[in-house]
T-cell receptor
Framework: GAVVSQHPSRVICKSGTSVKIECRSL??????MFWYRQFPKQSLMLMAT?????????EQGVEKDKFLINHASLTLSTLTVTSAHPEDSSFYIC????????????FGEGSRLTVL | TQLLEQSPQFLSIQEGENLTVYCNSS?????LQWYRQEPGEGPVLLVTVVTGGEVKKLKRLTFQFGDARKDSSLHITAAQPGDTGLYLCAGEFSSASKIIFGSGTRLSIRP
């Protein structure tokens, strides 16, 4: 199957700092990537849809100025959590859709963010 | 707002028993996927169903897509401890072109 790599897998930062998470499709081009957030023992909540070469589409309730998404190339999307606070601590997961494959998503390994 | 309801939320059964997990929505899916997730990892795709009434089998797992494409089920036969994990359904709604996840079913199989 298609491979999606996410980095870093774990990050700890101080409150008020910004953290960047990278999502790369290693063996395919992804015009669309999705960013999800997952709290402990809960399901995945879609945060935003990242479109190559255009602005991301954010879900209702997600602050676009706090969660900056950049999809600069067909293989890379980044999520920057700006001015992080402890309540931003979560598991962030990116996924990419293989072009032509109906609905299938391939996921990165996830990034666990802990804000102190 | 498109929502996916998944049931049950938790299920703990004895090894060898059968079980079924359900995924329902009031909206029509253009496609539906089932994933399994281990703690600290990303979800892994099990199956994709596209056609109403479709049935797919993956060893002891049987996936069914409702005729109206609004619901799906996952049936596991003779459950084994290795089946333990979080099972997630995810649907793509043709009107939105995004994939929404159900609430998940946390399955525990006792030896």
């Amino acid at each position: 199957g298609a491979v999606v790599s996410q980095h870093p897998s774990r990050v700890i930062c101080k409150s008020g700092t910004s953290v960047k998470i990278e999502c790369r499709s290693l063996d395919f081009q992804a015009t669309t990537m999705f960013w999800y957030r997952q709290f402990p023992k809960q399901s995945l909540m879609l945060m935003a849809t990242s479109n190559e070469g255009s602005k991301a589409t954010y879900e209702q309730g997600v602050e676009k100025d706090k969660f900056l998404i950049n999809h600069a190339s067909l293989t890379l999307s980044t999520l920057t959590v700006t001015s992080a606070h402890p309540e931003d601590s979560s598991f962030y997961i990116c996924s990419a859709r293989v072009m032509g494959a109906a609905g299938e998503l391939f996921f990165g390994e996830g990034s666990r963010l802990t804000v102190l | 707002t498109q929502l996916l309801e998944q049931s049950p939320q938790f299920l703990s059964i004895q090894e060898g028993e059968n079980l079924t997990v359900y995924c329902n929505s009031s909206s029509v899916f253009s496609s539906l996927q089932w994933y399994r997730q281990e703690p600290g990892e990303g979800p892994v795709l099990l199956v994709t169903v596209v056609t109403g009434g479709e049935v797919k089998k993956l060893k002891r797992l049987t996936f069914q897509f409702g005729d109206a494409r609004k619901d799906s089920s996952l049936h596991i036969t003779a459950a084994q401890p290795g089946d333990t994990g979080l099972y997630l359904c995810a649907g793509e709604f043709s009107s939105a072109s995004k994939i929404i996840f159900g609430s998940g079913t946390r399955l525990s199989i006792r030896p």
